[in-house]
């Protein structure tokens, strides 16, 4: 979890700067707050009872697993927000348009729309606060201006989806003998890299189920001990999680010394 969460700060870091550290900040504190309180008030498990609220027991074990908990689905939150980064529409159709062009077309649709959402949200609200400059908004009446841009935006994303959908059936979508064209070849390089991914994706999970890295939690929180093969294992998943930045700092290291040579 250690690994997971550190590098997953680093990736985002490199990737988006420094206004990551707040991004992040505002996805983990507030998840982990949630799911270790949620888990602490419903979950009586664990032989350590610290205190009891309306007779129901609350222990050190349901405490600790639940901020586990919490920085495991913060961590999974901010690595698919480098995912969300670095992977785009293009890349996905290159992915899947051979298994499955209408799957592939769905992922990437997905992926789209959350940010698109987010942006045209944010132009309504920059238009509503020029309509209303100078009024202060309090109780209904910003309540109703909340339900307006909810309403605009809703409309503004079927007009854009009809639109969408009569630009691809003019462009031919869904035709037999329709081809799609591409901007990503397969590589050795590429193939090296995933056979590596691959590789370090098995020994981690090899370990894991092996449980060399088990964390116990109930009845009582047992951490795991310090064996040869937990390290290995340690170790793998870190070059796992690092590869990303490893390999995007090379690249950036070759495309500046090009441009020296330049």
């Not at 009891?52 to 697993?65: G, L, Q, R, S």
């Not at 077309?105 to 020029?130: F, H, N, V």
């Not at 370090?200 to 189920?209: K, N, P, Q, W």
């Amino acid at each position: 979890m250690a690994v997971f969460t550190v590098c997953g700060w680093i990736y985002a870091i490199y990737l988006k700067g420094a206004r990551a550290i707040k991004s992040n900040l505002l996805m983990t504190v507030p998840v982990v707050l949630f799911i270790s309180i949620f888990n602490t008030l419903f979950t009586h498990q664990g032989n350590t009872i610290l205190f009891y609220i309306n007779n129901n027991p609350i222990t050190k074990e349901a405490i600790t697993f639940g901020i586990f908990s919490g920085f495991m689905f913060a961590s999974v939150l901010i690595w698919f927000s480098c995912f969300n980064r670095i992977v785009n529409g293009e890349m996905i159709m290159y992915l899947f348009s051979r298994i499955s062009s209408f799957f592939g077309l769905l992922i990437s649709m997905i992926l789209r729309y959350i940010p698109l959402l987010k942006k045209r949200y944010t132009d309504i609200s920059a238009g509503q606060r020029c309509m209303y400059q100078g009024q202060e908004q309090k109780g209904f009446v910003r309540l109703k201006t909340g339900l307006k841009k909810v309403s605009i935006l809703t409309s503004w994303s079927l007009e854009s989806s009809i639109e969408s959908a009569d630009s691809m059936a003019a462009r031919g979508h869904g035709l037999k003998g329709r081809t799609s064209f591409v901007l990503y070849k397969m590589s050795l390089r590429d193939i090296f890299m995933i056979g590596l991914v691959i590789f370090c994706g098995a020994v981690s999970i090899y370990f894991a189920i092996t449980g060399k890295n088990e964390m116990i939690f109930y009845p009582d929180v047992k951490m795991p001990k310090l064996t040869l093969k937990g390290v290995l294992s340690g170790a793998w998943f870190l070059v796992l999680t690092l590869m990303p930045v490893i390999t995007d700092i090379a690249g950036e290291i070759k495309w500046r010394k090009s441009e020296s040579g330049i």
